[in-house]
Structures are given as structure tokens and as C-alpha cells.
């Protein structure tokens, strides 16, 4: 079943076509990826783009405010913990409305989904990205398919419960390590994988705040470094509010990842993210 349908949608694929993350990051300046969450129950926003007209509104408003990038998503990935998985016919129920409409929108989309039959299903629906928060290490299908369709991948650093003894950078290396051997195995091209530190996924506040101190240790792998700290919860650690106010928070936390080393920031604020990113870069030009 999953082997005819990966099979499927790697047939319709145009595996000779350029690149497009390679293509944004030749700009040379920090990327916004937009954050389209069309679930009910997403930890900021679920319900808010749950319906398809508000989806595709946000979809349009987000490339209209500068986002380079739209991560596209139908089932939440908890960061915290707590679990209600969504079965792969209602995943793809919730993107068909939503996802080949948003790719003619003309910004490159990306899927954010654990489940490689949802992801093949979206590349053939015109995504072409793919964003695997469990970094390849979940299903083993996800790297075949990343290889067979030659798309980025975006493998995130996660864990299934945060240990506040560990390293973090240490064990997120590891991680990675590990997500590069699948990936090779898989014939997943180095250049086309993009490593993310996961915030706030398997790990305390602290780790996640390490996280973005440290970016820059993970340099050493010689990929593109994606950051998420968009309304996360180790802002409320630090100086307390509900998601829906933690904008200030995730702006200084993505203006640090970007001075660590980060090339592609991951939110649900455009405007405001293109705005903050725009003026620390005019200020770093003058220094
Ligand atoms: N964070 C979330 C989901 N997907 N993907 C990557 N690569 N990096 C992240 O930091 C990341 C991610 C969680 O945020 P959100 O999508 O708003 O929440 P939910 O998973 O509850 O829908």
C-alpha cells in the first residue's frame, strides 16, 4: 500500500527540475518560512486556518508580506508532548482543499508531516519540500522518497521527552549524525538536506534557549541551519505570556538564530518577521 502509493507519486515526479530552496538561499539573506496550520488543534493557532477559505486567505496573506516559504501542515506535531494522532486519509482530507491551491500561489510549499504517504501525496500535489520533524529516524520511507523525488529535506532534531541532563548540542549532533548516515543510505543528496535544532521539541526551556546560543556548533555540518521558535513555549519560561503574545519573544529569538548562523526562519508572523530581519540586517551593513 504505502510502497504503490510512494511508487505513484515518485512516477509523476519532475526529479530534473531546479531546486527552489537552493535557488532563495543564493540570496544570501535570511528566508521566512510561513507557518499554515490546518488543524483544529495546533498549540498557537489551532483552528484559526481549519477552514480552507481562511487557510488559503492566510496563504496569500503570508506570501504578501514577504514569506519566501510556506510550511503547510494537517496534523500538529506537538511539541508538548501530548498526543492525538490523525489518521493519513484525515491528513490528507484537511491539505486537498488547501495545498494545490496554495503551491499556485507561486512561493515554494512545503509539507510538514511525519507520515511519507502525506508527503508523497503533497509533492505530486506541487509541494516541493519536505519538512520531517522526526529527521528521517520515524519512518524509513521518508528518506527513500526525499532521494527518489530529489527534494530538500528538512530533518529536525527531536526526541520523545525532554532529559535535562543531557548536552543538548552534543545529543542533537548526534541526531543529525545519525539522520545524515539514513539519508545517505537512502541516496538523499547532501546538498538538498537542511538541519533544524527542533525548538522545543524532546527538550527543558533551557535546551531550546542552548540551542539557539549554540547554533553555531552546528555549523560543522556545512548545511543550511533552520530555526522555529515562532510562540514557543521557552519564551513563556523566560518572561511569561499565552502564545498568541509571545511575538516580542520569538522576534528576539529568531534575530539571535539568524546572528548564530541561521539561514531560514520558521513563523507565524511574516510581516513582523520580515520587518525585524530587514532592520538588524540594515544595522549589521553599517557596522
Ligand atoms: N515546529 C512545529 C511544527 N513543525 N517543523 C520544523 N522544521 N521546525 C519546527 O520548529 C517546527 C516544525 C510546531 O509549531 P506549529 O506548527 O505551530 O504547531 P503544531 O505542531 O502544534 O501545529
Redesign the pocket.
Known amino acids: 500500500m504505502i510502497d504503490a502509493r510512494l511508487s505513484a507519486a515518485c512516477a509523476s515526479g519532475n526529479k530534473s527540475g531546479p531546486n527552489p530552496l537552493s535557488r532563495l538561499l543564493a540570496l544570501g539573506r535570511p528566508l521566512v518560512m510561513g507557518?499554515l496550520?490546518v488543524?483544529p488543534?495546533?498549540?498557537?493557532?489551532?483552528g484559526e486556518f481549519f477552514d480552507p477559505t481562511r487557510a488559503l486567505d492566510q496563504a496569500g496573506r503570508m506570501i504578501a508580506q514577504g514569506a519566501d516559504i510556506l510550511?503547510i501542515?494537517a496534523e500538529?506535531?506537538?511539541?508538548y508532548g501530548s498526543t492525538v494522532p490523525v489518521p493519513l486519509e484525515e491528513e490528507m482530507r484537511r491539505l486537498d482543499p488547501v495545498l494545490p491551491t496554495a503551491v499556485k500561489l507561486g512561493a515554494p510549499v512545503s509539507i510538514?508531516t511525519m507520515k511519507p504517504e502525506v508527503a508523497a501525496w503533497a509533492l505530486a500535489a506541487g509541494a516541493s519540500i519536505v519538512?520531517d520533524?522526526w529527521g528521517l529516524q520515524r519512518d524509513r520511507d521518508m528518506a527513500r522518497l526525499a532521494a527518489e523525488r530529489t527534494v530538500p529535506v528538512?530533518v529536525?532534531h527531536n526526541r520523545e521527552s525532554a532529559d535535562p541532563s543531557l548536552d543538548i548540542m552534543a545529543e542533537i549532533a548526534k541526531f543529525f549524525a545519525r539522520s545524515l548516515e539514513i539519508a545517505e543510505a537512502a541516496g538523499v543528496a547532501h546538498q538538498n538536506i537542511v538541519l533544524?535544532p527542533?525548538?522545543?521539541?524532546g527538550k527543558t526551556p533551557e535546551q531550546s534557549l542552548i540551542a539557539i546560543a549554540r547554533l553555531r556548533d552546528l555549523k560543522s555540518f556545512g548545511l543550511p541551519l533552520?530555526?522555529?521558535?515562532?510562540?514557543?513555549r521557552f519564551i513563556a519560561k523566560v518572561s511569561p505570556a499565552p502564545p498568541d503574545q509571545r511575538l516580542g519573544g520569538s522576534i528576539a529569538a529568531h534575530l539571535m538564530a539568524v546572528a548564530n548562523g541561521a539561514s531560514i526562519i520558521?513563523t507565524?508572523d511574516v510581516a513582523e518577521t520580515v520587518q525585524a530581519l530587514r532592520i538588524a540586517a540594515a544595522i549589521r551593513d553599517l557596522q
Request: hydrophobic residues 30%; without cysteine.
Open positions: 507557518v496550520n488543524t488543534d495546533s498549540f498557537s493557532d489551532g510550511d501542515g500538529s506535531t506537538r511539541p510538514d519538512n520533524v528538512i529536525m533544524d527542533g525548538i522545543g521539541f533552520l530555526v522555529g521558535a515562532s510562540r514557543k520558521r507565524h
